[in-house]
């Protein structure tokens, strides 16, 4: 009996040596796994931050977008005529002038993504930072999307360019808020750039429609995700 005691005192520091390199492996895995959570959870939250600033940004871009598109419809119809034949300064407050519509199309703003949690979740490695893979799915295409957005910012810079040019040919400048010369709705060129100018702010506000729709979805996502 007294030869097994060695042996079992071997047997039992043995086994609380591998139990305690187990727990010591344990409160390692433990800890590394709470620190990427933490590192998750930074910067989901930086994100939807981010994509807070995006949907107001998509909502005012939409919104001006509109607007030119009514200044556009109205400056085609009959009525902007009929304003010019009266004077501008006898139209009522709530009705539109043509110089309050050529100034209205004269705007355009930007459609615009803030980037930086991305930039440094996929710096990071986006499989390596975002566990979801639903989520990462998700992440990827609204950026994708949103990177597909220059020739919307591109073309209507250039139309309002166009716009201006022909503008010029007559002495008016939309800025300036002068009287609207009668020859300049008329003209053929000025009224083909009105209508490019329309259609383009269509597609544009259904632009910042959309990404205002899919900056919302993963916004929600990633808030549920978080929770």
Do not use: C
């Not at 002495?171 to 750039?193: F, H, K, L, N, T």
């Amino acid at each position: 009996m007294t030869r097994q005691v060695p042996w079992l005192r071997i047997l039992a520091e043995g086994f609380a040596i591998v139990v305690s390199i187990l727990l010591a492996f344990g409160i390692q895995a433990w800890w590394e796994d709470r620190q990427e959570r933490a590192v998750e959870t930074a910067l989901l939250t930086g994100l939807v931050e981010d994509l807070r600033l995006d949907s107001a940004d998509y909502e005012r871009f939409a919104a001006v977008h509109r607007a030119r598109m009514e200044g556009a419809d109205f400056l085609l119809s009959p009525a902007s005529q009929d304003s010019l034949r009266t004077l501008e300064a006898t139209v009522s407050p709530e009705e539109m002038t043509p110089g309050q519509a050529f100034r209205r199309i004269n705007r355009f703003a930007r459609l615009e993504t803030v980037r930086v949690s991305y930039d440094q979740i996929t710096a990071a490695g986006i499989s390596e930072v975002i566990s979801d893979p639903e989520l990462r799915r998700m992440i990827a295409q609204y950026y994708a999307e949103a990177a597909n957005r220059a020739d919307v910012n591109d073309f209507q810079g250039s139309l309002s360019e166009r716009l201006d040019l022909s503008l010029r040919e007559f002495g008016y400048i939309a800025a300036d808020g002068d009287p609207v010369p009668e020859a300049v709705m008329s003209d053929r060129v000025v009224r083909a750039d009105i209508r490019r100018i329309r259609e383009a702010s269509m597609r544009a506000a259904a632009s910042g429609t959309a990404m205002l729709q899919r900056a919302t979805e993963l916004k929600d996502a990633t808030q549920r995700y978080l929770r």
